[in-house]
């Protein structure tokens, strides 16, 4: 269920609190957990964003030879 947006400061740190707890008691499975998309980090920044370096490689390739072609066309 959601609550809405999260306007008021008070409302935020709620937000926070409540991620923080998760975390500290959650941690160890959310990095396993089969619902959470893969493509998504599990860093600290929050909102969904893109992992990278990718957590899996694409099918058939491994997570090396993808990190690699996408540095080279970065750089």
Known sequence: ???????????K????REAEWMQ???????A??????PNL????EG????AWP???PPLG???NSVTADVSRELF
């Open 1 to 11: 269920a959601s609550r809405g947006r999260q306007f008021s400061e008070e409302q």
């Open 54 to 56: 990718p957590r899996l």
């Open 47 to 50: 909102g969904f964003t893109l």
């Open 61 to 63: 390739l491994s997570l």
């Open 24 to 30: 500290e008691k959650w941690s160890d499975k959310l």
């Open 32 to 37: 396993d957990d089969p619902f959470y998309n």
């Open 13 to 16: 740190l709620e937000f926070r």
């Open 41 to 44: 980090s599990l860093g600290e």
